[in-house]
């Protein structure tokens, strides 16, 4: 045991993610989760999968090895139900991550750390607004997330300008660029593109200048490219949710409820954001995203 690595007894925990290949937003939650299991003293067994039901037999394993906590995500949370369950019959607590705002406590979760999609959603349609945005074109990489649909429906709430929602297989990145193209070819309207994350809002940039657009990038969730990106202007904006604090509040609140009978949030969910980075202050966060924690 190294030094500041807490004494309690080792035990085992499972994150299981709808981590798609290539995003790198995964990589800052699964970041904080790991830093976090070190200082408990915990083996975190990580793994991940974009399609819900093999997401939930991912979790139904770690359930069946005998893990003493479950982190899950919900962003398809009826096909994750019964997995849930089946870890919260066997007395293994589950807390959720990112993804299930409006779910996790019906299906019996002791916790949930992440945004609320909607509320941020609603931020970005006030920040559009006063850009001065006119026709913002929200593009959904993973149809049927319950959190990235919430996110667009949220902007439609409060932007007072046109939104149209853009759905494209966040799995093949250059059909992301294309489609994208193909669309701000066709309207040349659209003056924001609104990407749901950071590697979409990287490809965006290049989507708007094939289609000769004018459109500007905003996005939700950052990674070192978009810092990069915001600090020379052609993102403009992101919305930011702290991954890496998911993670990490994630393994340690089980490693809190394990060994002390904690549970955060008094039955409600802790928020992780959202919060906003521009040009104002990106540069307090560059170097925390440089050493891979934003």
Known sequence: ??????????????????????????????????????KDNLELRYSNDPEAPNQANLVQTA???????????????????????????????????????????????KEFFGQDDKVAGEGAGDRLNSDGARKVLCVVHEQGNVGLESRCAGVRQSFRGQIENLNVNGKDMPSVESTITAKLQQDP??????????????????????????AKVVTFDTNA??????????????????????????????WLYLNNGNIIGGGQPTLTGPAFIDQSNIDAVAEYARRGTR
């Open 63 to 109: 359930v069946d090895s005998g893990v003493r906590g479950v982190i899950v995500t919900l962003a398809k949370p009826e096909a994750m139900r019964i997995a849930v369950r089946n870890a919260e019959a066997k007395g293994i607590p589950v807390v959720a991550v990112n993804a299930g705002m409006d779910a996790w406590k019906s299906m019996g979760v």
């Open 1 to 38: 045991m190294g030094a500041g690595t807490a004494d309690t007894p080792r035990m085992t925990v499972a994150m299981v993610t709808h981590e798609a290949p290539g995003d790198s937003f995964w990589d800052l939650v699964r970041k904080g989760a790991e830093t976090a299991a070190k």
């Open 225 to 254: 490219a978009l810092v990069q990106a915001i600090k020379d202007g052609t993102v403009q904006w992101a919305v930011d949710q702290q991954p890496f604090l998911q993670g990490y509040l994630a393994v340690d609140s089980l």
């Open 189 to 214: 309207s659209i003056d924001r593109v609104l990407t749901l994350g950071a590697p979409f809002a990287l490809t965006s940039i290049r989507s708007a200048k094939n289609a000769g657009s004018n």
